[in-house]
């Protein structure tokens, strides 16, 4: 059975490149791109792995890590955030990630860090 993997980012190019990307490594993937859906889509879909945008219209991605890692149905799902404007990330360790990714970022990396985080 496919792992599943939830990810947010309202910038449909990486959402899509992102998405496509971990279908190919044999991920059940569901993307969105807005903060709104990501806690009601993470109770339905219950997924593995939750990989967020630190940026996102209207919503900040480590408070929504901190959301899910309150939830209790959510709380032991791993989480990774990625961001372009963050330089220091024990600021973004602070919203309890499991892991970090700086934009721009290498597919390879992305693809690594889910496997060892799954």
Do not use: W
């Not at 059975?1 to 190019?13: F, Y």
């Not at 969105?32 to 919503?59: C, K, M, W």
């Amino acid at each position: 059975m496919a792992k599943r993997i939830l990810v947010l980012d309202d910038n449909r190019d990486i959402l899509d490149i992102v998405h496509e990307t971990l279908t190919y490594e044999d991920f059940e993937v569901r993307s969105t791109s807005r903060g709104d859906t990501v806690i009601p889509i993470a109770e339905q879909f219950n997924p593995h792995l939750v990989i967020l945008d630190y940026r996102v219209s209207g919503f900040n991605g480590g408070e929504l890590c901190m959301q899910i890692k309150s939830h209790a149905q959510l709380k032991d799902i791993p989480v990774i955030i990625y961001s372009a404007y963050i330089s220091d990330n024990s600021e973004l360790l602070a919203y309890g990630c499991d892991a970090i990714i700086n934009k721009p970022f290498d597919l390879d990396e992305l693809v690594e860090k889910v496997n060892k985080l799954l």
